[in-house]
Protein backbone atom coordinates (compact mmCIF):
# COMPACT_ATOMS: atom_id res chain seq x y z
CA UNK A 1 0.00 0.00 0.00
CA UNK A 2 1.56 3.37 -0.84
CA UNK A 3 1.96 6.49 1.47
CA UNK A 4 -0.76 8.62 1.68
CA UNK A 5 -0.87 11.22 -0.63
CA UNK A 6 -0.63 15.22 0.71
CA UNK A 7 -3.01 17.48 -0.73
CA UNK A 8 -2.10 20.93 -0.99
CA UNK A 9 -3.83 23.94 -0.56
CA UNK A 10 -3.81 27.49 0.86
CA UNK A 11 -5.23 27.78 4.07
CA UNK A 12 -8.44 29.39 2.47
CA UNK A 13 -9.31 26.54 0.44
CA UNK A 14 -8.74 24.47 4.09
CA UNK A 15 -11.00 26.42 5.57
CA UNK A 16 -13.54 26.14 3.02
CA UNK A 17 -13.10 22.34 3.07
CA UNK A 18 -13.62 22.30 7.06
CA UNK A 19 -16.53 24.47 6.21
CA UNK A 20 -18.53 22.46 4.23
CA UNK A 21 -18.02 19.34 6.54
CA UNK A 22 -19.51 21.49 9.26
CA UNK A 23 -22.75 21.89 7.12
CA UNK A 24 -23.08 18.71 5.77
CA UNK A 25 -22.63 17.19 9.40
CA UNK A 26 -25.25 19.45 10.28
CA UNK A 27 -27.58 17.92 7.70
CA UNK A 28 -27.34 14.42 8.91
CA UNK A 29 -29.99 14.95 11.59
CA UNK A 30 -32.21 16.64 8.97
CA UNK A 31 -32.19 13.55 6.94
CA UNK A 32 -32.68 10.91 9.44
CA UNK A 33 -35.70 12.84 10.41
CA UNK A 34 -36.83 12.99 6.93
CA UNK A 35 -36.25 9.31 6.89
CA UNK A 36 -38.39 8.57 9.27
CA UNK A 37 -40.73 10.79 8.91
CA UNK A 38 -41.32 9.30 4.95
CA UNK A 39 -41.18 6.07 6.55
CA UNK A 40 -44.16 6.69 8.35
CA UNK A 41 -46.01 7.24 5.60
CA UNK A 42 -46.24 3.39 4.93
CA UNK A 43 -45.34 1.62 1.95
CA UNK A 44 -41.44 2.02 1.16
CA UNK A 45 -41.72 0.27 -2.41
CA UNK A 46 -43.25 3.42 -3.88
CA UNK A 47 -42.73 6.25 -1.21
CA UNK A 48 -40.30 9.24 -3.34
CA UNK A 49 -39.92 10.96 -0.24
CA UNK A 50 -38.21 8.07 1.28
CA UNK A 51 -36.25 7.03 -1.53
CA UNK A 52 -34.72 10.48 -2.09
CA UNK A 53 -34.27 10.63 1.57
CA UNK A 54 -32.00 7.76 1.63
CA UNK A 55 -30.10 9.28 -1.42
CA UNK A 56 -29.71 12.20 -0.44
CA UNK A 57 -28.32 10.45 2.86
CA UNK A 58 -25.77 8.43 0.22
CA UNK A 59 -24.62 11.37 -1.33
CA UNK A 60 -23.86 13.37 2.19
CA UNK A 61 -22.15 10.20 3.54
CA UNK A 62 -19.81 10.29 0.47
CA UNK A 63 -19.08 13.94 0.31
CA UNK A 64 -18.26 13.59 4.33
CA UNK A 65 -16.07 11.33 3.24
CA UNK A 66 -14.27 13.09 0.74
CA UNK A 67 -14.15 16.34 2.19
CA UNK A 68 -12.64 14.08 5.26
CA UNK A 69 -10.18 12.24 3.20
CA UNK A 70 -8.76 15.38 1.87
CA UNK A 71 -8.52 17.70 5.30
CA UNK A 72 -6.72 14.23 6.90
CA UNK A 73 -4.05 14.61 3.91
CA UNK A 74 -4.04 18.47 3.77
CA UNK A 75 -0.52 19.82 3.43
CA UNK A 76 -1.27 23.88 3.98
CA UNK A 77 0.56 26.20 2.22
CA UNK A 78 1.32 30.58 2.80
CA UNK A 79 2.72 31.52 -0.36
CA UNK A 80 4.14 34.36 1.76
CA UNK A 81 6.37 32.01 3.40
CA UNK A 82 7.54 31.33 -0.27
CA UNK A 83 10.32 32.67 -2.04
CA UNK A 84 12.70 32.03 -5.07
CA UNK A 85 13.11 32.43 -8.60
CA UNK A 86 11.22 28.89 -9.78
CA UNK A 87 7.51 28.94 -10.26
CA UNK A 88 6.02 26.59 -7.34
CA UNK A 89 2.76 25.92 -6.15
CA UNK A 90 1.09 29.05 -4.39
CA UNK A 91 3.26 30.97 -6.65
CA UNK A 92 1.29 34.14 -8.77
CA UNK A 93 2.78 34.30 -12.37
CA UNK A 94 2.57 36.77 -14.58
CA UNK A 95 2.61 35.39 -18.00
CA UNK A 96 2.87 37.18 -21.78
CA UNK A 97 0.78 35.31 -24.28
CA UNK A 98 1.91 35.10 -27.87
CA UNK A 99 0.15 39.15 -28.31
CA UNK A 100 2.45 40.02 -25.41
CA UNK A 101 -0.78 40.68 -23.33
CA UNK A 102 0.32 39.71 -19.59
CA UNK A 103 -2.13 36.88 -17.93
CA UNK A 104 -1.72 36.50 -14.25
CA UNK A 105 -2.24 32.91 -12.68
CA UNK A 106 -1.82 32.02 -8.75
CA UNK A 107 -1.11 27.57 -8.77
CA UNK A 108 -3.37 26.63 -5.86
CA UNK A 109 -4.91 23.38 -5.15
CA UNK A 110 -7.93 21.36 -7.03
CA UNK A 111 -10.44 22.60 -4.37
CA UNK A 112 -9.74 26.21 -4.59
CA UNK A 113 -8.98 26.10 -8.83
CA UNK A 114 -11.41 29.28 -10.71
CA UNK A 115 -9.80 29.84 -13.81
CA UNK A 116 -11.72 33.03 -13.83
CA UNK A 117 -10.71 34.38 -10.85
CA UNK A 118 -6.92 33.36 -12.68
CA UNK A 119 -6.38 30.43 -9.61
CA UNK A 120 -5.14 27.13 -11.40
CA UNK A 121 -4.86 24.18 -10.34
CA UNK A 122 -1.52 22.45 -9.84
CA UNK A 123 -2.59 19.85 -12.10
CA UNK A 124 -4.03 21.88 -15.09
CA UNK A 125 -2.11 22.00 -18.09
CA UNK A 126 -0.45 25.61 -17.63
CA UNK A 127 -0.11 24.96 -13.93
CA UNK A 128 2.06 21.61 -14.66
CA UNK A 129 3.96 23.47 -17.65
CA UNK A 130 5.08 26.65 -15.30
CA UNK A 131 6.35 24.43 -12.01
CA UNK A 132 10.05 24.83 -12.14
CA UNK A 133 10.42 27.57 -14.39
CA UNK A 134 12.23 30.93 -13.87
CA UNK A 135 11.34 34.63 -15.36
CA UNK A 136 12.10 34.83 -18.78
CA UNK A 137 11.70 31.25 -19.65
CA UNK A 138 9.17 29.96 -22.28
CA UNK A 139 6.73 27.91 -21.76
CA UNK A 140 4.27 25.84 -24.74
CA UNK A 141 0.89 24.47 -23.76
CA UNK A 142 -1.49 22.31 -25.84
CA UNK A 143 -5.19 23.62 -24.66
CA UNK A 144 -8.00 22.06 -26.93
CA UNK A 145 -8.09 25.41 -29.15
CA UNK A 146 -4.45 24.08 -29.76
CA UNK A 147 -0.80 25.37 -29.17
CA UNK A 148 -0.35 28.36 -26.67
CA UNK A 149 3.23 29.98 -25.89
CA UNK A 150 3.63 32.31 -23.01
CA UNK A 151 6.69 33.49 -21.29
CA UNK A 152 7.25 34.03 -17.57
CA UNK A 153 7.54 37.72 -17.27
CA UNK A 154 7.45 38.00 -13.04
CA UNK A 155 6.69 35.32 -10.05
CA UNK A 156 5.82 36.38 -6.79
CA UNK A 157 4.57 35.23 -3.68
CA UNK A 158 1.68 36.93 -2.19
Known amino acids: MKPMEKVPMLAEGYEKLTADLK ?15 ARAHGDL ?11 RQGQVEAMIG ?37 VKYQIVGQTEADAGKGRISY ?29 VEKIEFV
Do not use: C, M, W
Not at 23 to 37: G, Q
Not at 45 to 55: D, I, L, R, V
Not at 80 to 100: I, N, P, Q, R, W
Not at 134 to 145: C, G, K, N, R
Open 23 to 37: ALRAERPKIVDAIEE
Open 123 to 151: TSPIARALIGKQVEDEIEVTVPSGDKFYL
Open 45 to 55: SENAEYHAAKE
Open 66 to 102: DLEDKISRAQIIDPTTLSGDKVVFGATVTLLDEDDKP
